[in-house]
């Protein structure tokens, strides 16, 4: 009876450890998951930026362009005025 009783006791520690290791495994579970989906919203963050940033640039060298023929037309109608003479 004695061996049976052990026998029971071991039985219901290693059931009461199979539990513990299944929680902890729910737990590892769930915190990977919640790095899954805060992994996920980093990226959409940083392609946000990155599109930003090339929308960005773009603009830039619009601005560029535009600033750059606005130069050109300060300079003809620099040259079209000095043709008048002031009294």
């Known amino acids: 009876m004695v061996i049976a009783n052990d026998t029971a006791d071991s039985l219901h520690k290693i059931v009461d450890n199979v539990v513990n290791v299944a929680d902890v495994i729910d737990k590892i579970y769930n ?10 919203n980093v990226s959409e963050g940083l392609t946000r930026i990155s599109d930003v940033t090339t929308s960005n640039a773009s603009t830039s060298e619009e601005t560029a362009a535009a600033s750059q023929e606005l130069n050109a037309q300060t300079e003809l109608l620099k040259e079209k005025i000095s043709t008048f003479k002031s009294n």
């Open 31 to 40: 915190s990977s998951t919640e790095q899954t989906n805060a992994i996920s």
